[in-house]
């Protein structure tokens, strides 16, 4: 195993190693995925991020959602914790924590156990391995956010560079997102759950709580309209 803080500084130093060329090329092919995995489970409500200098920049996905009728809310740094406030544009943003641009507004996300299959959460990160285990910065504010809110699906983005075929030594605290989205591949936990009423009968493998469960199959779809 490596250590987070081995691969926190390689894979950091990997992630700006990059020419803006390949930047941009790397950036369309997962802007692509990410809207693919948008469309396939239909969020009403999209937890997202405004991406700080070179992780992966998703404003146009978000830009596109807003106009779909979804719901964007994005972190506001509160103390040691973190909250998800409503986004309406990047004008409706100011500078807050480290720079990282913060929603101005106070319509804050509510979790409610009961609509969480409802909701998607797109993250950053600064490493992660094949096992979807993740690296960030080191505040853990995502581990702390996720750590009561069951149920919400959860999909890491970050450039190929980034992963690592060596597991990483996590503690009991981290989280593993569901879903790990690169330009090259898409490492998925096997089973996700999605609301019943999207899918047909004869799709469904089991049921638990209300919901199906079911085998995740990534759908790779060219979206023009976000080239």
Known sequence: MISKHDVRKSKLCARLDQKPEVIHSKTKK????????IEYFKPDILLSYMAFGSEIHIGNVMDKAIKLGIEIY???????????????????TSSGFKGILEPDNQERFIYDPSD?????MIMPGVAFDIDRGRVGYGGGFYDR?????????????CYDCQLSDELIELEPTDIRPDIVITEERVLSSGVIKIKNEDIKNDDIGNEEGGYY???????????????
């Open 145 to 157: 956010y996720l750590q009561d809110k069951k149920g919400i699906l959860t999909a890491a983005i």
């Open 74 to 92: 994005i972190p506001r740094v509160e103390g040691k914790n973190m909250s998800f406030y409503r986004y309406y544009g990047k004008e409706s």
């Open 30 to 37: 997962i802007n692509r995925e990410v809207w693919n995995l």
């Open 116 to 120: 969480a299959l409802k909701v998607l």
């Open 213 to 227: 469960v079911r085998s995740y199959q990534f759908i790779r779809e060219s979206k023009d309209s976000l080239s």
